[in-house]
């Protein structure tokens, strides 16, 4: 996610072909890492779900769990935007 940011930013101050590119290519990896841990959040609530008895750490642990994923989904989110807006960018010049 940190390397997809840093060529998103460095595209915008020194336009090139290239960086415009690694950047496409970067926001593209970092969507399917967004969608990869949003399964497995998704198999983790399952394990929640089928737990016979609730203590706890796994309340709180499951909570944690909510606030990744409700970041994991903005991250999926705002990548995607801007996968659009990068391959837009590249096939309007």
């Given at each position: 996610?940190?390397?997809?940011?840093?060529?998103?930013?460095?595209?915008?101050?020194?336009?090139?072909?290239?960086?415009?590119?690694?950047?496409?290519?970067?926001?593209?990896?970092?969507?399917?890492?967004?969608v990869?841990?949003?399964?497995?959040?998704?198999?983790?609530?399952?394990?929640?779900?089928?737990?016979?008895?609730?203590?706890?750490?796994?309340?709180?642990?499951?909570?944690?769990?909510?606030?990744?994923?409700?970041?994991?989904?903005?991250?999926?989110?705002?990548?995607?935007?801007?996968?659009n807006?990068?391959?837009k960018?590249?096939?309007?010049?």
């Amino acid at each position: 996610f940190l390397l997809s940011g840093i060529f998103t930013v460095l595209f915008e101050r020194r336009r090139s072909r290239s960086l415009m590119t690694c950047s496409i290519v970067l926001n593209i990896l970092s969507a399917c890492s967004a969608v990869i841990g949003l399964l497995l959040l998704c198999l983790e609530f399952l394990a929640y779900a089928l737990a016979k008895k609730s203590i706890w750490p796994h309340r709180a642990g499951k909570i944690l769990s909510n606030y990744l994923f409700l970041f994991t989904l903005l991250e999926l989110c705002v990548t995607s935007t801007l996968i659009n807006w990068l391959y837009k960018a590249k096939h309007s010049r």
